[in-house]
């Protein structure tokens, strides 16, 4: 049993307030596999070009990511270029390099076809509709998308929607898929369309769960400094995925716990550039936060608050 | 025992893209009094001019709010006029007419002069610190202010602040008072000159409780329409205070179910113009609220959690 994550395999390059980083390894399924090989074996399909520093990536097989499915071809890789203000929520993309990533078609290898999990990271939707074609129907299906295919390839959006158990997107993107400014109507939109369930990323606010009817609120862990954004969200993503992968049950009471480890995880992989910090961390570290986060938000209904005055 | 509010009260005329209203009864210390008087008694001081519909305000008395602490004077009452456009987060002010607010000294009268709490709403720092003069030292000293105060009036806000048990204001003013875009170092800021709590309003991103070492995160109570956000942040610390004072404990734990019954309260007052809904609204309506608003923050961290992979 595993989760097989598709998505991009890039190289960032990143001004912060409070540094820089040039050709560090990134992307959503870098990211992703760096959070969720914590509690899960990760199976990555991507591409890179033949001039990726692939030796980078041994930190994850050190964690059990398979990595038979990242494909080298001839070209160029993947590079992203990005500024962020002391506004930290939205980087100002300085630029876009596809590389090969721009005839990417996921190749799926044989031992990764039957998947407990699958995550389809932030692709185009037509591949992420290629993948689920290409795997046995896994226990869950989950996705991230972003503003460019919203409006850009909504139709497949849509499409694909149909066959996602658990959308992971930010408040600015489902306000936007939905065209409804009010997040609770347009998470139930979205809930008509396909997924059952939504985790909305709220960046320093936290992150919502909409499970069915239910609603679970989880807070940003409060940090003093935050270094770089990048990958937060997928980071996110992986800690959720691999937290439900590891206690093997989906119910109200995991889905709540995996969201807060995944706030969890989102806030670790802010502290350093690139995946620096998420390829150091332990175990203990993130059951550590959590527990943390738990007595953040945890209080009592006294007798006395129901009494008349 | 009792609260003890002082502020101001006005005649507020809003246009949202949800509604108008003109003339509305409204002010800092009649949107707290609304919340405040659902668990305690409550004194106000105030100014109105001869214009004033103090009959509109019946239904505090209802309430045992007394208002013999609310002067007539000659002249035009408080006037504030604002837009709100489709980011209900910031109004824009149309326009501002002080009235008799502009020559406001409080009075207070001697049967207000030994308050269990005292509220003081967003007023001139100076007249906040003549308040405190006036009464004998209360069990916990509660202010909010604003923008303007925290830019032209800096000096006697830090002196005010140096009496505060608990300062309540809006992640954008403690930003701002501290100089600091990050929240949580500007809250040790805030910390280190007076008041060992601050409770941190983000709208609907629901509120932080700074307790000396300790953090709290409420949530907002999820809304699919909301109407009015005029008095929301005067309303939470109604419902704040007022929960504070029925169960006449300062605790943790109370003063997370204080941060809740606030967070309660603000959703309330936002859902219709004015006071309205606050006016009509039933003390167990918002105990039902509280329910809610803890079943969608709790979470059990199980031992499967802290199992290692």
Known sequence: MSILVVGSVALDSLE??????????GGSAVHFSAAASLFAPVQLVGVVGDDYPVGELDFLRDRDVDLSGLETVEGESFRWKGRYTHDLSAPETLETRLGVFADFHPRIPDA??????????NIDPRLQLEVLERVEKPRIVACDTMNFWIEGSRDDLLRL???????????GEIRQLAEDPNLFRAARWVQERGPSRLVVKKGEHGAVLFDREEIFFAPGYPLDELNDPTGAGDSFAGGFLG???????????????AVVFGSALGSFAVEDFGVKRVAALRREEVAARVRELRHMTQFEVAPAAASSH
Not at 16 to 25: E, N, R, S
Not at 161 to 171: A, G, H, P, S, T
Not at 243 to 257: A, Q
Request: glycine share 6%; aromatic share 8%.
């Open 161 to 171: 929607l149909e066959r996602v158990d658990i959308l992971m997107v930010n408040d």
């Open 112 to 121: 990764f076809r039957t998947p407990d999990i699958v995550f389809l990271g």
């Open 243 to 257: 937290f439900l992968h590891d206690v093997d049950e989906v119910s109200s009471g995991t889905l709540r716990r």
């Open 16 to 25: 912060t307030p409070f540094g820089t980083a040039d050709d560090t390894v």
